[in-house]
């Protein structure tokens, strides 16, 4: 409820008391709020302080307002911790949603000199180029493109990529995979990430850079993706 004679502003405490409903699943992704008429009514305030709350809910991603229609509650962004390496598909399986790639293009290029760099190879050795889109349950959650060395992967073939590159790696060749570092900052979608992630040219994005090391400190893949900032997000825990 809402305590006006709390130190706490009122438009804080019905930003939390919808924040929690949603957190609780009492509100659930898609569902339609009452107008700020009725929380204002409800709850003996004024519209202004319910259309704060409602803002600030929605520049935290949990609501969202569709011009004509009111405001709705979000889908909720899926968290990726970065204390742990894990692909793609084995992170989504882990948080009980369904993995799955839309493969764009596979074949061997020769490396150009970033990616050599990148992989520690000579320019235009040969290496893997995939480009894919990751899906959880059917939504897009980044366009990605890869490069591996196929001098150390050997064997890589389309089905294998539709499935998961780390199992294979670490399965079939026997290839330790320990360690990887990230890169990621800030953009907006161009015309090519938001029509295959499906938003609005020019709505948020996160770009990722990863290398990925073997045990023996040789880089097996480099990775570049865009991620959709609407539905990912990323935790890091840090200890002093």
């Given at each position: 409820?809402?305590?006006?004679?709390?130190?706490?502003?009122?438009?804080?405490?019905?930003?939390?008391?919808?924040?929690?409903?949603?957190?609780?699943?009492?509100?659930?992704?898609?569902?339609?709020?009452?107008?700020?008429?009725?929380?204002?009514?409800?709850?003996?305030?004024?519209?202004?302080?319910?259309?704060?709350?409602l803002t600030q809910l929605v520049h935290d991603g949990?609501?969202?307002?569709?011009?004509?229609?009111?405001?709705?509650?979000?889908?909720?962004?899926?968290?990726?911790?970065?204390?742990?390496?894990?692909?793609?598909?084995?992170?989504?399986?882990?948080?009980?949603?369904?993995?799955?790639?839309?493969?764009?293009?596979?074949?061997?290029?020769?490396?150009?000199?970033?990616?050599?760099?990148?992989?520690?190879?000579?320019?235009?050795?040969?290496?893997?180029?995939?480009?894919?889109?990751?899906?959880?349950?059917?939504?897009?959650?980044?366009?990605?493109?890869?490069?591996?060395?196929?001098?150390?992967?050997?064997?890589?073939?389309?089905?294998?990529?539709?499935?998961?590159?780390?199992?294979?790696?670490?399965?079939?060749l026997k290839l330790e995979i320990d360690h990887a570092?990230?890169?990621?900052?800030?953009?907006?979608?161009?015309?090519?990430?938001?029509?295959?992630?499906?938003?609005?040219?020019?709505?948020?994005?996160?770009?990722?850079?990863?290398?990925?090391?073997?045990?023996?400190?040789?880089?097996?893949?480099?990775?570049?993706?865009?991620?959709?900032?609407?539905?990912?997000?990323?935790?890091?825990?840090?200890?002093?």
């Amino acid at each position: 409820m809402i305590n006006k004679n709390s130190p706490i502003p009122i438009y804080y405490q019905l930003q939390e008391l919808i924040r929690d409903l949603i957190d609780k699943g009492e509100l659930k992704p898609g569902a339609l709020l009452p107008p700020e008429r009725e929380y204002a009514e409800k709850f003996q305030i004024s519209r202004m302080t319910v259309r704060q709350a409602l803002t600030q809910l929605v520049h935290d991603g949990y609501l969202h307002r569709l011009q004509g229609k009111g405001t709705f509650v979000s889908e909720r962004k899926i968290e990726q911790p970065l204390h742990r390496l894990r692909s793609f598909t084995e992170d989504m399986v882990a948080r009980g949603l369904k993995p799955a790639s839309q493969l764009l293009s596979f074949e061997i290029i020769p490396a150009p000199v970033q990616i050599a760099s990148n992989l520690s190879i000579q320019e235009h050795g040969p290496v893997y180029e995939i480009k894919r889109i990751r899906l959880a349950d059917n939504v897009p959650m980044a366009f990605e493109s890869s490069y591996i060395s196929a001098n150390l992967a050997k064997g890589l073939t389309e089905q294998i990529v539709k499935n998961s590159v780390y199992a294979y790696l670490e399965e079939e060749l026997k290839l330790e995979i320990d360690h990887a570092s990230q890169v990621i900052e800030s953009s907006i979608a161009n015309e090519v990430e938001a029509n295959f992630l499906k938003i609005n040219i020019g709505s948020p994005i996160m770009l990722i850079q990863q290398q990925t090391f073997l045990k023996d400190g040789a880089p097996i893949e480099y990775v570049r993706s865009s991620y959709r900032a609407d539905r990912y997000k990323f935790m890091i825990q840090m200890k002093r």
